[in-house]
């Protein structure tokens, strides 16, 4: 009895892991392309590098069977100024996403990051990003909000 499940454990698991290689990557091109392209949309206004602006945004955007982007949710943010870059560049993304075996919809879910260049912590400079942290006003979910079937994509930063 013991080999019986230890032998369907270890067919259901190479199952799934089979079915996980199989699953596309849901951006045209694959995850490089989509990094590629998020590096050369992702624009940083000269005021968020002025006063060197550090942080993260999680952000939930849904799209359709053509892979336009229907709807874009920010869950977290530290800033306000800190998503909006990010959701710029979704914007321009539309149309190419793949939606996953005839699902009407689809929802991923991606984390976005703003780096300072390392190497360029002068204490000048740190004392700007602690400026510029004391000052931000964080965006969050203030209710459970369900994500049902939704993927996580890989995070994108971003340095200057």
């Known amino acids: 009895m013991k080999r019986l499940l230890f032998l369907a454990t270890i067919l259901l698991c190479a199952m799934f892991t089979q079915a996980q290689q199989q699953m596309p990557f849901p951006f045209q091109g694959g995850k490089d392309v989509m990094m590629t392209f998020f590096k050369e949309n992702v624009v940083l206004p000269k005021a968020l590098k002025d006063k060197k602006a550090t942080g993260t945004a999680v952000i939930k955007f849904t799209a359709d069977p053509k ?63 602690y400026e510029s942290y004391n000052q931000r006003k964080p965006i969050f979910a203030s209710n459970p909000i369900p994500l049902d079937m939704a993927t996580l994509l890989p995070a994108i930063i971003t340095t200057y």
């Open 67 to 129: 892979g336009a982007i229907q709807k874009i949710v920010v869950y977290y943010a530290d800033d306000y100024s800190i998503a909006m870059p990010f959701i710029e560049a979704l914007k321009k993304s539309d149309k190419k996403w793949i939606i996953f075996d005839g699902e009407k919809v689809h929802d991923f879910i991606i984390s976005c990051t703003i780096n300072l260049t390392p190497g360029n912590a002068t204490a000048a400079v740190q004392k700007q990003v």
